[in-house]
């Protein structure tokens, strides 16, 4: 490919600090999420390469292309309080165009001593990392159309697949504790073992659309796990934000979630990779919270981003962007039977209360409406729908957007723009031209207080009765008194898949639930 031969190397800052005693012996690898095989963050962005070594050796860092030429620069490594004591050293790359393969060599040199540590394979891309819970584990062999997906993998070796292993920490760790899978090239083995423990269908699937349109490497780090609550993943400083800093350490989580204490998963399955520079994030999550501090969770989400924005933006030394850009998922539909408003509140809080991403609250943020995908016969729970390429697909247009920048591409739903009470309709004017698939008796709610007594208010359907190219009427029959809000799909199971009764005419995007006064 053009890409292949593009290469130069640069180098910046080398530093080097204690981060533990290994007495005088002679210790020098990379970070432990550095491997043959992996991608790297093209331009603009700078790379960053780090590893443990001695204090006070000098470290040489080499880029050598296929034809074996390259670049090299030598700094001395920071002193530390105790000369031979194992340290951290971390060296910034200069811009790279995206290309590969690159064989990268650290040189650590003692005395007369001399260490070298090579990565094989090396290419530069976007590297992007997926976190959540388990509709982001879910399997490639899990989903819809699993065998045609697991017999193409092979078709991108140029996308890089990297899982950061199962772990808990009390406190924030400078590097994984394991790895579930060492940076590949894509296999049917490692996207579709049939558990939880091999790579995410959505992670996957969104770095394949990707790929497909951008034709450069693309390395997708996987760090989630089932059953986890948002506090979990979210530092100390998140929790006091929202007010959940006295939660204590042996909480209790709501059945069927894991007991995962705040903060752990964070410490041990984020903060670690903070050196990585990234592109950009997507989160699939928020089953756990539908039950265990939901009300918080328009504080938490957004408080989570921008602090996961704030520590890899230091972490990297300001190369993974200060706002990069985040997407997520909406939940899902769930238990279609059971009256139930936990997920339509998550699914709101989600948005920060707006309805739509990006939001004042949440900026460069783009989400995938995925309510209409709701998987009653799903072999894996009905919590688990198994329509990942949908979900995926919709993130990808979103990361169009959103994070490359392409003007043009449709990634949300039709939101509503303005309402007008008349008679006893109620008007909706919408930001995108409609389909509109049915009619429908009950998707909309609209709350009503008599006007006798304004304690006695109440949710009631308003019946879909018409429809122009952007705007819906709602009958008000149902309300005898005011009309003080109205609602769209707030139920755990809105429609069946792929018809709620609202879409955008061009693109085919669901439009999302709103709670509007």
């Known amino acids: 490919m053009a890409w292949a031969v593009r290469w130069s190397l640069g180098f910046a800052l080398v530093m080097l600090w204690v981060c533990g005693g290994h007495g005088a012996e002679s210790r020098f690898y990379f970070g432990s999420y550095y491997a043959s095989h992996m991608v790297l963050q093209q331009q603009p962005s700078r790379a960053v390469v780090w590893g443990y070594g001695v204090v006070g050796a000098k470290v040489t860092v080499s880029v050598w292309a296929e034809d074996d030429t390259y670049s090299q620069q030598i700094t001395a490594v920071s002193e530390g309080t105790s000369p031979g004591i194992t340290g951290v050293w971390k060296i910034l790359l200069d811009p790279m165009h995206a290309g590969g393969p690159f064989r990268v060599t650290a040189e650590q040199k003692i005395a007369a001593a001399v260490d070298i540590i090579t990565l094989e394979d090396v290419y530069f891309g976007d590297v992007w990392l997926c976190g959540g819970q388990s509709n982001m584990e879910l399997t490639v062999l899990q989903i819809m159309n699993a065998s045609e997906e697991l017999s193409l993998a092979s078709n991108f070796p140029y996308i890089r697949l990297f899982q950061a292993g199962l772990n808990e920490s009390a406190e924030e760790l400078i590097d994984l504790k394991s790895i579930a899978v060492q940076w590949s090239a894509p296999t049917a083995e490692i996207l579709g073992k049939g558990n939880f423990t091999s790579f995410s269908a959505v992670c996957w699937l969104f770095g394949r659309y990707l790929y497909e349109k951008l034709q450069y490497p693309i390395g997708l780090v996987e760090s989630c796990w089932g059953g986890t609550a948002i506090e979990s993943w979210s530092s100390k400083r998140v929790l006091r934000k929202c007010g959940l800093d006295g939660v204590s350490d042996n909480y209790e989580m709501p059945e069927g979630t894991r007991h995962h204490k705040p903060s752990v998963l964070w410490n041990a399955m984020i903060y670690p990779l903070k050196r990585m520079v990234l592109k950009g994030t997507i989160w699939y999550q928020g089953e756990a919270n539908t039950d265990w501090h939901q009300a918080e969770y328009n504080c938490t989400f957004p408080a989570m981003i921008e602090d996961w924005r704030q520590v890899f933006h230091q972490g990297s030394a300001g190369f993974t962007g200060v706002n990069f850009p985040f997407g997520f998922v909406q939940l899902s539909a769930y238990r279609h039977v059971i009256p139930d408003d936990s997920f339509p509140w ?41 329509y990942k390429r949908d979900v995926a697909y919709r993130l990808y247009l979103g990361a169009r957007a959103i994070a490359y920048g392409e003007t043009g591409v449709v990634f949300q739903g039709p939101f509503p723009k303005h309402l007008q009470l008349k008679d006893k309709e109620l008007s909706i004017v919408y ?15 609209v709350y009503c207080c008599t006007k006798s007594n304004t304690s006695s208010c109440n949710w009631f359907p308003s019946p879909m009765v018409d429809n122009s190219s952007n705007a819906l009427s709602l009958s008000l029959e149902q309300c005898r008194g005011k009309v003080y809000g109205v609602r769209y799909a707030w139920k755990e199971w809105p429609c069946a898949l792929k018809k709620c009764p609202i879409y955008a005419k061009s693109s085919g995007l669901p439009a999302p639930t709103f709670l509007l006064p």
């Open 431 to 445: 930001s995108q031209e409609l389909a509109v698939l049915e009619l429908s008796e009950d998707i909309f709610e």
């Open 346 to 386: 998550i699914r709101w809080h989600q948005t920060a209360d707006f309805g739509y991403a990006p939001n004042p609250k949440m900026r460069r943020t783009f989400m995938a409406v995925a309510m209409d995908l709701g998987d009653k016969n799903s072999p894996f729970g009905i919590i688990h729908p198994r």
